[in-house]
């Protein structure tokens, strides 16, 4: 016999006593089926819970949302985006309970909502840690990697020195590993501050990243494809591709796609031809360099 699927009206009624339960460690299998049904039906279930008077209620709503259907779609994006997205920044805007706030952050983080960058930047200083929290985990889907706009990079770096220890840590990861344009200046100030944190993995996390700047602006100096390094006067004269290398390395890129990005830093960045610099052999050389020291 083959799996019977239990009816919408019922996973939502054994969802809603998942949500209600709120234990992290328990695993939530009706909003998971939820989840993995995404059809009209749902979808419009969700989108009544989210206007609902009950926050819980609200809550599940959204969390159902969140994650319907694959994220692989033809499009890049899960189904039903086009009418989710609007109406989780609707809610966004009169939700008064930080519960339910917090899982509205996450949910246009999970639909990549860059359209809603200034609301959810508007959240970065919330009282609440949990609003916080969830603002720094959405923060990078939320953002154009090539073209971080100042005042969201402004937010990361704050969120980085936020009083909760888990939001602390969810933005030094976003600033280190996954949005590549903040100033090498600014994250090694930061690295230096938060290697003294109370919280061991952003202790070992800052440490490490300030070790990978040094050895990373070492490397481009010893290369020097201008000719114009003087590490004892300007160390810092390649430092503005750091922060991309550094991205690209911790994603796991090849020696073949650094090249390609150095050769698009020299063109763009330097109005210079690559033709000459051996961007070959200094992408092996960061590539062997980070496989060296960065394994797991």
Known sequence: MGRVELPVEVLLGLALREVEDDDPETPLPSLGALHNRPVRQVFDSAAALVRDRDPVRRELGVRILRELGPEQQPDGHRPFRGETVPLLRSAL????????????V???????????????????????????????????????PA????????????????????????????VTREVPALDTE???RLTAQLATDPDE???????????????????????????????GKDPGEYDSMIGSLLTALAQEAE????????????RDRFGMSPDHADT???????HAWWREHHAD
Do not use: K
């Not at 805007?93 to 509205?104: K, M, N």
């Not at 020696?255 to 020299?266: G, N, S, T, V, Y």
């Open 147 to 174: 073209d971080v706009p100042p005042d969201a990079a402004d937010a990361l770096l704050r969120l980085c020195r936020d009083e909760d220890a888990d939001t602390r840590y969810y933005a030094l990861y976003a």
């Open 186 to 188: 600014a994250m090694t």
């Open 201 to 231: 993995q952003i202790r070992a996390m800052a440490t490490a990243h300030q070790a990978a700047i040094r050895q990373a602006r070492r490397l481009l100096n010893d290369w020097d494809f201008r000719g114009v390094a003087d590490p």
């Open 93 to 104: 805007r009169s939700e008064p309970e930080p519960g339910v706030l917090r899982w509205i």
């Open 106 to 144: 996450s949910a246009l983080g999970y639909h990549q909502a860059r359209e809603a960058l200034p609301e959810v930047l508007a959240l970065a200083g919330h009282p609440d840690w949990r609003v916080r929290f969830h603002v720094a985990a959405a923060l990078p889907a939320l953002l154009e």
């Open 280 to 286: 070959s052999g200094m992408a092996r050389r960061l």
């Open 255 to 266: 020696a073949e796609d650094l090249r390609c990005m150095l050769d698009d830093e020299i």
